[in-house]
């Protein structure tokens, strides 16, 4: 049985739902406004920790700012530095990053690792396939996953020779097959939560696709605890498409459940074109309730009276309904907008059924 | 061992690649030269079979005229009618999609099969969640891929005891796990090849995480001789999404191999930027090529000497080089048409490597 850590309030592991990371790609040296914003949108998109780069002791009142701020845990990203490591923790980030390899020294690392497990630090360690010595690979005759997995085991070894018990790990590859075996091999040989991910998977339908895959293949046999979509995009877009993957995989429902009828001769609108006009609404509805989209106003209601919300096609536009009930009548262009109004109008009556978890 | 079928040259199973397959969105009653069109984008972009609804008999003539032109071969798709299952084999398609309990007698399929088997005609079966009778799921205490899966048996049954051999199968459902597990049952089961898809998947993100991830979870394990991925979007791009996902999970690959470097403090322009306006040109070249795309003009050339193709920033634009050799100056928005036209001044030496199979 793999353990659970608490990073403030946000259980990760085996009790949890999977969870939803980022990383912030505003950098803590420009304008505060810039990355409260983009930690805000990240939260409201549905982000529940955001990693952030740490890099230099001059961005110390950056992170203690960025920390207070937040509305999501913070993981301060360490890549080489012992200072910046006990920096992040007197900052108050409640979880980190590191390299402990990279600490300087053993009695460093037993300091760090005194020092976070005061603090009830949680420790992100890992590699990603582009940081393993190639000599690792031919040495031990090993194929690129056992390679990578054993890379991160030695780290998880340093730390667990602290004494350090709250350890996050993870193992990524650009190669979605390579991060699926080396992730068998840690979910086989340890008992920490694993965070999961595909690097520089790359922008657009390159990247969602390889993402889609990679993480496919490893939730698909129930291995990871949190997940990071990387994307080379904004970085709400690695949240969506995160949560796209969980809600694909019946993981986790972050997004309204849609219903739509096939399209008959009696429809009086492209029931296609019906969905994407309310698309964007969706997004913007809790995640317990069911959408149906229908050609018709003459069977539309009536077939989905099961819908919390439903839109038919009329003649002239379209109809908005509740359980089986028309509210509204609206043009095509206005559907969303009426949707929303709709929505509400009976807020209090349709939400909340508990199927979900609402997230904004 | 699943045995494999032959539809013309197009070979389905375990001795040949993963095929891509689509659905002409065109209908064969519109315009020849729409549909025309459409069958010539598909094969271009790496459509290797196109499946088509033959509604009607009246439009028997444009069948013909299909079959005739198209470069890939054809499928009709049959729900219903005895006759026109026969109409479809009279006009040359060599595969025909039917539903066996629907040909209106035993007497009836065993005629159809004897002429499809005439005319080594191959037949595809199947169910979609959508069709299977509530009250199979409820009487069998099945669940919904239990049924979908049994669904699927009553069919190849049918066919199998008219003596027809060259069967596809397939059970889709709009779930991903669902239709994960039907076809871990039928792969089980049943030897014939396997098409796999998830039905009604959408569009954009939506539809393209949804088909990634339900793909993903078979593909992984083994299971799937032949993909469609359903989308409410043109089918090129139903073909493209296809050759990614196999591409992803490095079962086929479509593309050229992109390799970039990480960006340093010495590079002149945005890496990600680069790779962004090179793109478009990245799918015109063939797969077997590897394209790199560098920051600097300094490291460049020389860190990615053994890239067929590569790109690197410069303080004005970019320059283009190949096997560590700069070819080519440009500014950044010229970037794209540089490497096409460096690849085309070179592409008898630096293609048919044979590392890839090209496409176009």
Known sequence: MRRNVHIGSLGIGPSYPVRVESMLKTPLSVDRELW??????????????????????????????????SRIPVMADIHFNFALAMASIEAGCPAIRINPGNMGSREKLQNFAAFARKHGVVVRVGSNSGSIPESK????????????????????????????????????STSPRVTARANEFLARDYDHPLHIGITESGYGERGIVKSACGLSLLLGKGIGDTIRVSLTEPSINEVRIGRLILQSLEIRRSY???????????????????????????????????????????????????????????????????????????????????????FESLAEEISGSGKGEPLR
């Open 36 to 69: 409260l914003r983009e930690i805000d949108d990240l939260a409201a998109a549905g982000c529940e920790l955001v990693r952030v780069a740490f890099p230099d002791m001059a961005l110390g009142e950056q992170l203690v700012s960025l920390v207070k701020d």
């Open 137 to 172: 690979i031919r040495e031990a005759d090993m194929d690129e996953a056992a390679a990578l997995a054993d890379s991160v085991g030695d780290q998880v070894r340093l730390l667990q020779e602290t004494g350090l018990e709250d350890i996050i790990i993870s193992a990524k």
């Open 256 to 342: 309204p459940d849609l219903v739509s009828c096939p399209g008959c001769g009696r429809r009086r609108v492209d029931v296609q074109d019906l969905v994407r006009l309310i698309e964007p609404a969706l997004d913007r509805l809790p995640p317990d309730l069911t959408v149906a989209v229908m050609g018709c106003e003459v069977n539309g209601p009536g077939e989905a009276a099961h819908a919390d919300i439903g839109v038919a096609g009329t003649a002239t536009g379209a109809v908005v309904f509740s359980r089986g009930k028309v509210l509204q009548r609206c043009s095509l262009e206005d559907t969303g907008k009426a949707v929303i109004a709709v």
